[in-house]
């Protein structure tokens, strides 16, 4: 993955929290050394977050996703698969966290797709609710910046492929 130069205004995804406005690259003393930090607003939150701009990428901090890899979000959406069979729910449970934490959209996607459709056919742990919550904000506000169009334009399309595939 090559290394992301994200400047003030740029929106970027982080794993761990969600999709983020760069509002700021700040130079700070740590140690007697300075280094540099990306300054990032999760735009779900409004929660401000400090990351060293030498260790973003390893944090898994990304670009948003293209109009083109949009359409494979959408697509893994429609595809009947499921990627985690295993039981019981914490397995399941870990496997998801994983795959969310993997900061891939598809990945991402895939948890979306899979909690929705198991909760269809059965009550979801507290934890697994969580998860798919987190998974579709994730989705809907990626799908929304990638194709620049209103979140509540994809949330209902969202709606109607999980819809559909129920």
Known sequence: MPAVNFKVGDNAVYPAHGVAEITGIESRDIAGQKKEFYILKILDTDMKLMIPTDGAQRAGLRGVISRKDAKKVIEILKDPEIAVTVQPWNKRYREY??????????????????????????????????????????????????????????????????????
Do not use: C, P, Y
């Open 97 to 166: 966290t994983e795959m969310l934490s993997s900061g891939s959209a598809f990945e991402v996607a895939k948890v979306l797709r899979d909690l929705h459709r198991v909760k269809e056919e059965k009550e979801l742990s507290f934890s697994e609710r969580r998860l798919l919550e987190q998974a579709r904000n994730l989705v809907i506000t990626e799908l929304a910046l990638a194709r620049k169009i209103s979140l509540a334009k994809v949330e209902k399309e969202v709606d109607t492929v999980l819809g559909a595939t129920a």
